[in-house]
């Protein structure tokens, strides 16, 4: 009689914790560090900033809809247009959250295999098209969108900036130049400055395409390189130079010392021609990315020009122009002696 009574009471200890392990597994209580337990989702992002607003839209405009936090975990759902905003949620959640600006979280992941999720804000152009595909491309570096495949029979139409994600429409015959749709204006950029896809060659090709370009090599001697390496570098010192003088004015104005009005002349882009590129071919991409840099000079020498009392927001932006000035001829300088040494 003993041991049936044994018996039945372990069997109902039992019964007990199995249900208790049920209930657990329906609604989990947390312990811990839950971030740690958060699944291992394929695109995660996390809040950089002390706080930001989602938005309900990909755009400054936007209703704020909710707010995120510093270290602040997000799924990544899909990207906008230019891939420079993300529609999230919270992890383990249904229901996105919204739209948050890219320059607000830490991410690391390839947001041109993200689908479309907002496909008309932030369009440009009254003319745009619809888009219809998911397969993109990130812009590694800024490039030219023209209106044809060939460089020398083509308009610019804009320039793309860095680190954007543009759909791709369409393509030449080997890949080599892709059509794609930025903000709603459509053409052609060189396909380097994309970061490559194994799957390109799936991209439907663009028809009526003209033959490809017959490419003549040149063997062009290393002192020549050399000599157009030196020339250029002559002359972005002598701008990295002015910039940093400028960068030091504009703080010993902003700091109350009283110094003469004497600015230099208008600063001029760097002047070179199609032989000087057959010559050195870098100088294409070094020399463009300058010019940026010439008109942030242009505009600290011009606040400099408004002789009297300068108000401080002004002395403020003029530094800010020296400084991103100053930031754009020493990565260029870096990026000629990172070439002479491939060169020697």
Same mark, same amino acid.
């Given at each position: 009689m003993k041991r049936y009574i044994l018996t039945v009471l372990l069997l109902l200890v039992f019964s007990v914790t199995?249900?208790? !392990?049920?209930?657990? @597994?329906?609604?989990?209580?947390?312990?811990?560090?839950?971030?740690?337990?958060?699944?291992? +989702? %394929?695109? =995660?992002?996390?809040?950089?900033?002390?706080? %930001? +607003?989602?938005?309900?839209?990909?755009?400054?405009?936007?209703?704020? =809809?909710?707010?995120v936090f510093v270290d602040e975990r997000l799924e990544v759902i899909s990207r906008n247009l230019d891939g420079t905003w993300f529609e999230v949620r919270r992890p383990g959640r249904m229901t996105n959250l919204g739209w948050v600006f890219t320059e607000l979280l830490d991410w690391e992941g390839r947001p041109e295999f993200l689908p479309l999720g907002d496909a008309v804000t932030g369009l440009t152009s009254d003319s745009a098209s619809p888009i219809t595909t998911?397969?993109?491309? +990130?812009?590694?570096?800024?490039?030219?969108?023209?209106?044809?495949?060939?460089?020398?029979?083509?308009?610019?139409?804009? @320039?793309?900036?860095p680190s954007v994600v543009v759909p791709v429409l369409a393509r030449n015959q080997d890949g080599s130049r892709l059509?794609? @749709?930025?903000?709603?204006?459509? %053409?052609?950029?060189?396909?380097f400055t994309a970061r490559q896809r194994n799957d390109i060659m799936q991209v439907p090709q663009a028809p009526n395409l003209p033959p490809l370009e017959t490419i003549q090599v040149f063997i062009v001697p290393p002192e020549i390189q050399l000599e157009q390496i030196e020339t250029f570098r002559v002359w972005t010192q002598d701008k990295l130079t002015l910039a940093q003088g400028l960068e030091s004015f504009w703080w010993s104005v902003f700091r109350g010392e009283i110094l003469p009005c004497q600015p230099p002349p208008e600063i001029a882009v760097y002047l070179y021609d199609a032989g000087d590129v057959q010559q050195l071919p870098e100088l294409d991409r070094y020399a463009p990315r300058t010019v940026t840099g010439v008109n942030y000079l242009n505009k600290s020498i011009n606040t400099m020009r408004e002789c009297g009392v300068v108000q401080p927001d002004d002395v403020s932006r003029a530094r800010n122009d020296a400084i991103n000035a100053r930031i754009i001829f020493a990565?260029?300088? !870096?990026q000629l002696d990172n070439l002479e040494e491939t060169i020697r």
């Open positions: 199995g249900y208790a !392990q049920d209930t657990t @597994n329906d609604e989990p209580t947390p312990t811990g560090d839950i971030s740690a337990e958060a699944p291992d +989702f %394929g695109f =995660v992002a996390t809040v950089e900033v002390d706080s %930001g +607003f989602v938005r309900l839209l990909p755009s400054e405009d936007a209703e704020a =809809v909710a707010s998911d397969y993109a491309v +990130f812009i590694i570096e800024g490039v030219a969108l023209r209106n044809g495949p060939i460089l020398e029979r083509s308009q610019r139409l804009l @320039n793309i900036p059509y794609v @749709n930025y903000l709603g204006t459509e %053409g052609w950029i060189v396909g990565a260029t300088l !870096q």
